[in-house]
């Protein structure tokens, strides 16, 4: 088995930066511009480019990732709709639910944010892991692809406006919105440094991914304890108020499916390396 068959990242490095040329000044300007207007986070319209913007680079990435494989163009085209499908339509329901107002407290009798940030990692991590096709797909890709794409997560800079703004308590806001500006902003190296191909390259990759799951570690963990009064903030840390609320209840377990088959990933590579 080649190289070139299991997608193992050859190229020089040079490449990588093309792909992050574009994304590195745009969200430099998109944080800038909320910084400068706080009633644009406010009104929603961050949240909303913001969502829209990653579903589409996920979309268009998944596209471009089957389109290196050697499968044919109809199970291409199955294996695209039976991601992005369930996708869509979970991002449909939470945004919903979100706008309704389902995820402030006492709004039913069950809290829906836990349910709504791990319901879906719970059920999708497994079939992520263990699906051949997303196997396939994964050996195709380019390992700094998923790397790339979570330098948007420089978008947790609203915790630190909403902490600013005293709509959301620092013991959450300072820690989540900080984790998530360093993940984003170290991803732009990691993954410049993984279009080398090299075995340190992804060995740095893997550390960034643990990095990027530790902060959700900590953050959902205060999040939980200030919603159940395990902790006494004053608020509490999105008060499941829309658009805010849409990080716990979307991004973040879209991100850490992420993280995970990022780090799938970079298990097969060091495997067929070594091999």
Same mark, same amino acid.
């Given at each position: 088995?080649?190289?070139?068959s299991? *997608?193992?990242?050859?190229?020089?490095?040079?490449? !990588?930066?093309?792909?992050?040329?574009?994304?590195v000044?745009?969200? /430099?300007?998109?944080?800038?511009?909320?910084?400068?207007?706080?009633?644009?986070?406010?009104?929603?319209?961050?949240?909303?480019?913001?969502?829209? /913007?990653?579903?589409?680079?996920?979309?268009?990435?998944?596209?471009?990732?089957?389109?290196?494989?050697?499968?044919?163009?109809?199970? $291409?085209?199955?294996?695209? @709709?039976?991601?992005?499908? #369930?996708?869509?339509?979970?991002?449909?329901?939470?945004?919903?639910?979100?706008?309704?107002?389902?995820?402030?407290?006492g709004?039913?009798?069950?809290p @829906?944010?836990?349910? &709504?940030?791990?319901?879906?990692v719970?059920?999708?991590?497994?079939?992520?892991?263990?699906?051949?096709?997303?196997?396939?797909?994964?050996? &195709?890709? #380019? /390992?700094?692809?998923?790397? !790339?794409?979570?330098?948007?997560?420089?978008?947790?800079?609203?915790?630190?406006?909403?902490?600013?703004?005293?709509?959301?308590?620092?013991?959450?806001?300072?820690?989540?919105?900080?984790?998530?500006?360093?993940? *984003?902003l170290?991803?732009?190296?990691?993954?410049?440094?993984?279009?080398?191909?090299?075995?340190?390259?992804?060995?740095?990759?893997?550390?960034?991914?643990?990095?990027?799951?530790?902060?959700?570690?900590?953050?959902?963990?205060?999040?939980?304890?200030?919603?159940?009064?395990?902790?006494?903030?004053?608020?509490?840390?999105?008060?499941?108020?829309?658009?805010?609320?849409?990080?716990?209840?979307?991004?973040? #377990?879209?991100?850490?499916? @992420?993280?995970?088959?990022?780090?799938?990933?970079l298990?097969?590579?060091? $495997?067929? !390396?070594?091999?």
């Amino acid at each position: 088995m080649t190289a070139a068959s299991l *997608g193992l990242d050859t190229a020089p490095a040079r490449p !990588a930066w093309h792909s992050l040329f574009w994304l590195v000044p745009l969200t /430099a300007l998109w944080v800038a511009l909320n910084y400068a207007f706080p009633v644009i986070g406010a009104s929603g319209a961050s949240t909303v480019a913001a969502r829209l /913007a990653i579903h589409v680079l996920i979309a268009l990435g998944l596209w471009l990732g089957l389109e290196r494989t050697e499968l044919t163009s109809s199970q $291409r085209r199955n294996v695209w @709709l039976a991601v992005m499908i #369930p996708f869509t339509l979970w991002l449909a329901v939470v945004w919903s639910a979100a706008i309704g107002g389902a995820f402030k407290l006492g709004a039913v009798a069950a809290p @829906l944010l836990p349910i &709504a940030a791990l319901g879906p990692v719970l059920l999708g991590v497994p079939i992520l892991l263990r699906s051949r096709r997303i196997g396939e797909v994964l050996d &195709a890709m #380019p /390992a700094s692809w998923m790397v !790339a794409l979570q330098v948007l997560r420089v978008n947790g800079f609203v915790f630190l406006l909403a902490w600013a703004s005293g709509a959301a308590p620092g013991i959450f806001a300072l820690p989540a919105g900080i984790g998530d500006l360093l993940t *984003g902003l170290l991803a732009v190296p990691v993954a410049i440094a993984l279009g080398s191909g090299t075995r340190e390259s992804r060995r740095a990759a893997i550390a960034w991914n643990i990095f990027g799951l530790l902060d959700f570690t900590i953050a959902l963990s205060i999040g939980f304890a200030i919603a159940l009064r395990l902790i006494g903030a004053g608020a509490t840390a999105t008060g499941g108020v829309y658009p805010l609320v849409m990080v716990p209840a979307f991004a973040v #377990p879209t991100w850490i499916m @992420l993280h995970a088959l990022s780090l799938r990933q970079l298990s097969r590579r060091n $495997r067929a !390396a070594t091999r």
